[in-house]
């Protein structure tokens, strides 16, 4: 049996989601298809066909998918799920809203956000905040899984899939699009950015926050984050947060700057490649995490430091 895995995607690229969850699949086992369900979404099936280790990708072309509603992804998944034993997505706010509903119109117990395969039906996830890892075996005929894809580096490109256009299952019609409200940003997204530099409650309102940590993110080409602290106050927007509550995030830097390194927050930015702590108070426990941790004052070091980039 194979694989299905359906595509992220803003119906004109494909994002770095899917080719790390095609890493995830491709330890499961078993030929590969991508499921890529949009409105006028070809040029992403063929970004999908491109990536090596997919053998066929799915399209479903429906005004239905446009928005990433969840009750028609549901209803066409569910449709395709009797040629498939393993329904894989990126733990994306799209898979969340998608797969759980699959799980329980296949009346199957969904394994939630994996950060490794162990074997076919065998995988390790993170619970309580990260501070325990639970191995879970699925005995499900047909197993419906997300991913942490911080977890999996993303597939290379080299592959020439076949693309094979699908119907669209009938629309449920239980939802309704209305809005979408993005923020505009000309900085790197959080879950996908090679560098970020957070900043905590340290920053003391948003002001500081636009004025110290901005202009560091900016020469460093770097996404920004913050703590839930930072964010409770209104320092930084919620779609900034790092943490358990917040984004997962492994960049190749994080640098955290008057964070005190709680383990919610932890949960969010561990698996960061380097971690660079700067706090005043050198009992932190950030600094149990970090690779290199600087006691000082963050008014002070990070002039310093922009001035220095
Ligand atoms: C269910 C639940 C979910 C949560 N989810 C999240 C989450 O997703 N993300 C998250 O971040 N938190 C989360 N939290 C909150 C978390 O427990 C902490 O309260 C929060 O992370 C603290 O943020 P902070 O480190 O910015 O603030 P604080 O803990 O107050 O730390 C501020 C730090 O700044 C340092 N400092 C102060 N002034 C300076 C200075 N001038 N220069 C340098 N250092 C300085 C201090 O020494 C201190 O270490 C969650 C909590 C719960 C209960």
Redesign the pocket.
Known sequence: MAILLLADHDSNHLSDQTAKTLTAAAKIGGDVHVLVAGAGAKVVAEQAARLSGVSKVLVAEDVSFANNLAEPLAALIVSLAGNYDTIISAATSTGKNVLPRVAALLDVAQVSEIIEVVSADTFKRPIY?GNAIQTVQSTDARRVITVRTASFAAASEGGSASIEAIPAASDPALSTFVKDALSASDRPELTSAKIIIS????L?SAEKFRQVILPVADKLGAAVG??????DAGYAPNDW??????KIVAPDLYIA?????????L??MKDSKVIVA????EE?P?FQVADYGLV????E?LPEFQKAL
Do not use: K, Y
């Open positions: 905040a900043g905590g409650r340290a003391g913050a703590s839930r602290a930072a964010v947060q790092v943490g358990q509550t917040g700057c008057g964070i005190s390194g709680a383990i919610q927050h949960a969010g700067i706090n005043r108070d932190a950030i000082a004052d963050l008014f070091i």
